[in-house]
């Protein structure tokens, strides 16, 4: 069974930093992009950041010099440090999985996780 569990949301004045995890299981880490979505109320759902197995990153341009992702293979998890957040970056973020590459978009989702930028 794929699970992907998000953790590292909250509240945080804007200017501020937070750092979301996902831990995989039930996945071939090694051989599958990781990625990270966000939903903000009344909107669709977009595109983040992504990672391929190799460490090759695409991000979203509103997010570019500002977040980065990283991947662990050790301990099955992707990162998505964010920084110099925005009252604009709240949402659900989610975490995503794809074999190999997210040419067609995930195969899999996590629950996600709120990040709130509010003063």
């Known amino acids: 069974q794929v699970q992907l569990v998000e953790s590292g949301g909250g509240l945080v004045q804007p200017g501020g930093s937070l750092r979301l995890s996902c831990a995989a299981s039930g996945i071939a880490f090694s051989i599958n992009s990781m990625g990270w979505y966000r939903q903000a109320p009344g909107k669709q759902r977009e595109f983040v950041a992504t990672i391929t197995p190799g460490g090759r990153t695409n991000y979203a341009d509103f997010v570019k010099g500002r977040f980065s992702i990283s991947r662990d293979s050790a301990r099955k998890a992707v990162y998505l440090q964010m920084n110099s957040l925005k009252p604009e970056d709240t949402a659900v973020y989610y975490c995503?999985?794809?074999?190999?590459?997210?040419?067609?978009?995930?195969?899999?989702w996590g629950q996600g996780t709120q990040v709130t930028v509010s003063s």
């Open positions: 995503a999985a794809a074999s190999l590459y997210f040419t067609k978009g995930p195969d899999y």
